[in-house]
């Protein structure tokens, strides 16, 4: 916590808003530890077909990997999403833990777009996105700019 006393000159001064700077060094052996465990997940892409029949169910799947030759294991979630362009209905493309990952890895969902929010012909926009644990013991993903792969899909 920190406070401040300010004294007007004359008489009593309103203070409305106010903006502190400060400026610091950071002192030789006093640098945040690095984590002591480290990994980088990485979603490589998302497979579908070019276009899809709404009657018909087709798979989605997301393409995964995390390196344990150079890295430790993975832990967190793969999330799949789907956004329908006409309409802007979100489709739940549902989600998988990543427990102790390590290697590479397949997320498969069944899409059956009917029901879905879908009426005529639209695109999809899916999104597939890697969130880390918040656990601190799991360690940290030291590249979170490969954590999200995208992929458009029409369906008429």
């Known amino acids: 916590d920190m406070a401040l ?4 000159d004359r008489k009593a001064v309103g203070l409305y ?3 502190l700077d400060l400026e610091y060094e950071v ?3 006093t640098e945040p530890p690095e984590p002591d465990l480290v990994y980088d997940v990485v979603v490589e892409g ?3 077909t070019s276009y899809h029949r709404s009657w018909t169910t087709k798979p989605i799947t997301v ?7 150079t890295y430790d294991p ?3 979630t793969l999330d799949l999403e789907g956004f329908v362009v006409d309409g802007g ?4 493309g549902g989600s998988t833990d990543l427990d102790d990952f390590c290697d590479s890895g397949e997320y498969v969902f069944q899409f059956y777009p009917d029901g879905e929010g879908i009426v005529g012909s639209t695109d999809v926009e899916w999104t597939a996105t890697f969130t880390p644990s918040t656990d601190p013991a799991d360690g940290e993903d030291i590249n979170d700019t490969n954590n999200t792969a995208e992929a458009d899909h029409y369906v008429r």
Do not use: R, T
């Not at 006393?5 to 007007?8: C, H, N, P, S, T």
């Not at 393409?63 to 030759?69: F, G, K, R, V, W």
């Open 74 to 76: 993975a832990n967190g």
């Open 27 to 29: 002192l030789p052996g």
């Open 5 to 8: 006393y300010l004294k007007g």
């Open 89 to 92: 209905a979100i489709i739940d």
């Open 46 to 48: 998302i497979s579908l």
């Open 63 to 69: 393409a995964y990997s995390n390196n344990c030759e």
């Open 17 to 19: 808003w106010a903006a």
